[in-house]
């Protein structure tokens, strides 16, 4: 089971983050800091080449529905059930459980955090524009390598780039994301019902973030000023 299922299945498990975005409002969805994700203009530029393409060769077969449905029907049969207030209630139930023994994960949505103060709504708006600058530049980085001449250094940010702080920030939020999906982990092994195989898998996925943490602790203390 790839990493992808395995967090649908926590998902599934306690309810994690999906159900309840789904009944968020718009004003909760702009205040939320570390769930709110945008459509890339990549993903609108396919997807109305897509469009276009039906436009522009109306002989092409057109998708049959009825097989469409079908398949839904089968991949997401949860998804087209009435939504149930009761449901509804108890995922919001498991999130205030969950939240009780984590408090500081990340993953926990604002209305069951509850409102943040000033101070801490400044600095996780702080910490998250730095680490998506960072991250953008890493990225750069990346796609620059992957070009360059065989043999030839890419080019590291340098202090101009990238402040001490920033660089903080970045691991400190790295670091929190992977100690919550560790949470969940241990969560989901503590309170649902695994087959042998999930937790060998969850077993196996929580090592592995811990390796990962470590790994992002050691960098971190070598950053000036940590």
Same mark, same amino acid.
Do not use: C
């Given at each position: 089971?790839?990493? !992808?299922?395995?967090m649908?299945?926590?998902?599934?498990?306690?309810?994690?983050?999906?159900?309840?975005?789904?009944?968020?409002?718009?004003?909760e969805?702009?205040e939320?800091?570390?769930?709110? @994700?945008?459509?890339?203009e990549?993903?609108?530029?396919?997807? $109305?080449?897509?469009?276009?393409g039906?436009? !522009?060769?109306?002989? /092409?077969?057109? #998708?049959?529905?009825?097989?469409?449905?079908?398949? /839904?029907?089968?991949?997401?049969?949860?998804?087209?059930?009435?939504?149930?207030?009761?449901?509804?209630?108890?995922?919001? =139930?498991?999130?205030?459980?969950?939240?009780?023994?984590?408090?500081?994960?990340?993953?926990?949505?604002?209305? %069951?955090?509850?409102t943040? @103060?000033?101070?801490?709504?400044?600095s996780? %708006?702080?910490?998250?524009?730095?680490?998506?600058?960072i991250?953008?530049?890493?990225?750069?980085? !990346?796609?620059?390598?992957?070009?360059?001449? #065989?043999g @030839?250094?890419?080019?590291? #940010?340098?202090?101009?780039?990238? $402040? /001490? =702080?920033?660089?903080?920030?970045y691991?400190?939020?790295?670091?929190?994301? %992977?100690?919550?999906? %560790?949470?969940?982990?241990?969560? @989901?092994?503590? =309170?649902?019902?695994?087959?042998?195989?999930?937790?060998?898998?969850?077993k196996?996925?929580?090592?592995?973030?811990? =390796?990962?943490?470590?790994?992002?602790?050691?960098?971190?203390?070598?950053?000036p000023?940590?």
């Amino acid at each position: 089971m790839d990493k !992808n299922k395995w967090m649908l299945l926590i998902g599934a498990t306690i309810a994690i983050l999906l159900a309840i975005i789904i009944f968020k409002n718009k004003d909760e969805i702009k205040e939320s800091v570390s769930s709110v @994700t945008e459509e890339s203009e990549e993903a609108k530029n396919s997807r $109305s080449g897509f469009d276009s393409g039906f436009m !522009n060769f109306p002989e /092409a077969p057109k #998708p049959d529905e009825d097989v469409l449905v079908s398949q /839904a029907e089968k991949l997401w049969p949860h998804a087209l059930e009435p939504r149930d207030p009761h449901r509804r209630e108890k995922v919001r =139930k498991e999130w205030q459980d969950f939240a009780k023994v984590y408090p500081k994960n990340i993953y926990i949505p604002n209305e %069951i955090r509850g409102t943040l @103060t000033a101070a801490e709504e400044k600095s996780a %708006i702080e910490t998250l524009d730095a680490y998506t600058s960072i991250d953008a530049k890493f990225a750069s980085m !990346n796609a620059a390598s992957k070009y360059a001449n #065989p043999g @030839t250094e890419p080019t590291a #940010p340098n202090q101009k780039d990238v $402040s /001490a =702080k920033e660089m903080t920030q970045y691991f400190d939020y790295k670091i929190q994301e %992977i100690e919550s999906r %560790i949470e969940l982990l241990e969560y @989901t092994m503590e =309170k649902a019902r695994l087959s042998s195989i999930e937790e060998s898998t969850a077993k196996n996925d929580i090592a592995s973030l811990k =390796k990962e943490l470590a790994n992002l602790k050691d960098v971190k203390a070598q950053v000036p000023n940590s």
